[in-house]
T-cell receptor, first 119, second 114 residues
């Protein structure tokens, strides 16, 4: 399956600062990537769909000015959490489809996730 | 987001038993369904995909789909302690703005005791 690499795996930052998380597709091009967030004991919640060369599509209730997504190349999408606050502490995970089956019905493969802690 | 409901856990079974995990979904036009396994502190990993009504078997895992009832399940035969994890049901959005997006249930935590 597709390999998606995410960096960093863990980050601790102070309240009010911004944090950038990178998601790379290894050995394949991903025109679309998906960003999820997971709070402890909760489900994965889709935050936004990252589209190469165009604006991201955000899910209802997700602040686009707070969670900036940039997909400037076919192998890299970034999520920047701006002016982070303790309530933004969560597990952020990116995903992409296997390039051998990029249809809408194919499964997603996930990066290893980034554990963000805002103090 | 689309509703995906999973049976409440946690579920605890002895080693060698069958573990049964259930999921219902709200979007009647969804066409693809997945089961992911998530170990504590890790990201989800795909274990089963199912697209058509009926059963699909892969090793010790069997996925079952009933689109009329909007129901999908996962059976794990000969459960092993290494199967202890949270199992997430995921459903693809079937139309419009949800097309291609994957929505997850809350997950069922499974513990297999030796």
């Amino acid at each position: 399956g597709a390999v998606v690499s995410q960096h960093p795996s863990r980050v601790i930052c102070k309240s009010g600062t911004s944090v950038k998380i990178e998601c790379r597709s290894l050995d394949f091009q991903a025109t679309t990537m998906f960003w999820y967030r997971q709070f402890p004991k909760q489900s994965l919640m889709l935050m936004a769909t990252s589209n190469e060369g165009s604006k991201a599509t955000y899910e209802q209730g997700v602040e686009k000015d707070k969670f900036l997504i940039n997909h400037a190349s076919l192998t890299l999408s970034t999520l920047t959490v701006t002016s982070a606050h303790p309530e933004d502490s969560s597990f952020y995970i990116c995903s992409a489809r296997d390039p051998s089956d990029s249809s809408y019905n194919s499964p997603l493969h996930f990066g290893n996730g980034t554990r963000l802690t805002v103090t | 987001q689309k509703e995906v409901e999973q049976n409440s856990g946690p579920l605890s079974v002895p080693e060698g038993a069958i573990a049964s995990l259930n999921c219902t979904y709200s979007d009647r036009v969804s066409q693809s369904f997945f089961w992911y396994r998530q170990y504590s502190g890790k990201s989800p990993e795909l274990i089963m995909s199912i697209y058509s009504n009926g059963d699909k078997e892969d090793g010790r895992f069997t996925a079952q789909l009933n689109k009329a009832s909007q129901y999908v399940s996962l059976l794990i035969r000969d459960s092993q302690p290494s199967d202890s994890a949270t199992y997430l049901c995921a459903v693809n959005g079937g139309r419009g703005s949800t097309l291609g997006r994957l929505y997850f249930g809350r997950g069922t935590q499974l513990t297999v005791w030796p």
